[in-house]
């Protein structure tokens, strides 16, 4: 049986993790811990966890083979590390830190520790990143050069008032909080890594209109006493070229005059593609190629999966010995360094230099 304890009782470890970590017949979770009381007992009985804590470093101590780390951002590289010097396997709530040195320091921890660190990126296990990964890495699409992210709110701050809009706690805003799902996904369908060059820019235009965006979902906010601050972005965009040429366009926002909606694309020499597909709706990927000398549009079928618990089932394979972290060390760098770029560009009205 393997024994998993939860840091953080919030939104995506009642909707993600504790449920579905619960469905792997030989894992058992065994604690939970958070500092709010009222929200720490709820989620408790509602999961039937028998250990409860509000200090995470007594949790970290137990009798425990993994912890999941679903903590505010500004927690996370803190608590990975003294989890894994624990003994404890790490699954990571995106997004993973907030500085490269952050991340440096947990995968040395990684290295000295040999335990399994993962990073929480569900979008990697959705059917069209499966599929498009696949092509990509069979060259279909030829040599991939330019994408674009987009992940774009009308009126939706998560938790206004919460740790999500706090500075100190969250990092950032809309692109440390979603634009990271977005940024991660591409990278990993066109095996990019090492950022050069990264500009940024951020804008602060809604912060007396948008509204609570329902992210955490209201049901899991027992406890929870929002301050109505609102100390980040909610619009932010970066333009990143890499070492090999490839450039990425990005940009994320809780709230604006906008189109909404996640979308990407990515620009081959041989094929190109677009999620979702601007034509049909009910299809999530449309590839623009060409067939003897005909320009062509394929619909890919795509395989039906639950990511969430796909992603922990990864998790705990990954602990068993069956596979590798889909995670990689360089990746989750990447990342890292494309969001701190970001934000420091904007701060500096610089580009930022690798």
């Known amino acids: 049986m393997i024994k998993v304890g939860i840091i953080g009782a919030g939104g995506i470890s009642q909707v ?99 335990r399994v660190f993962m990073g929480a990126f569900p979008r990697r296990f959705l059917g069209e990143t499966i599929v498009l990964k696949k092509l990509v890495n069979d060259g279909f699409f030829g040599e991939v050069y330019y994408l674009k992210a987009s992940y774009l709110r009308r009126r939706g701050i998560p938790g206004l008032g919460t740790w999500f809009t706090s500075k100190k706690l969250a990092g950032g805003g809309p692109m440390i909080d979603v634009g990271v799902h977005m940024i991660d996904m591409v990278l990993y369908i066109a095996n990019l890594t090492e950022p050069k060059i990264v500009f940024g820019a951020t804008f602060e235009k809604f912060k007396d209109k948008a509204i609570d965006g329902g992210w955490p979902p209201i049901d899991t906010r027992q406890g929870d006493k929002p301050t109505g601050k609102m100390e980040v972005e909610d619009l932010a965009t970066g333009f990143v070229k890499f070492s090999n040429g490839a450039v990425l366009f990005v940009e994320a926002s809780w709230a604006g005059n906008s189109e909404v909606g996640l979308k990407s694309s990515l620009f081959g020499t041989k094929a190109g593609a677009q999620l979702p597909d601007p034509v049909d709706s009910k299809n999530p990927i449309r590839i623009y190629t060409e067939t003897n000398g005909v320009i062509s549009d394929i619909i890919p079928e795509i395989p039906k999966v639950d990511a969430y618990f796909d992603e922990v089932k990864h998790f705990i394979e990954c602990i068993k010995g069956e596979k590798e972290p889909i995670t990689k060390k360089q990746e989750i760098i990447s990342v890292v360094k494309i969001i701190e770029g970001i934000y420091k560009s904007a701060e500096t009205n610089s580009p930022v230099i690798y």
């Open 16 to 114: 993600a993790h504790i449920p579905n970590l619960q469905k792997i017949e030989d894992v058992k979770v065994e604690a939970i811990c958070d500092i709010n009381q009222e929200k720490l007992n709820f989620v408790a009985d509602k999961f039937n966890i028998p250990k409860k804590f509000i200090d995470w470093e007594k949790m970290v101590e137990e009798n425990l083979d993994a912890v999941v780390i679903c903590s505010p951002n500004s927690y996370h590289a803190i608590q990975s590390i003294k989890a894994m010097e624990s003994g404890k396997h790490v699954l990571c709530e995106k997004p993973i830190c907030l500085t490269v040195e952050e991340a440096e320091e947990i995968f040395k921890t990684v290295e000295k520790t040999k």
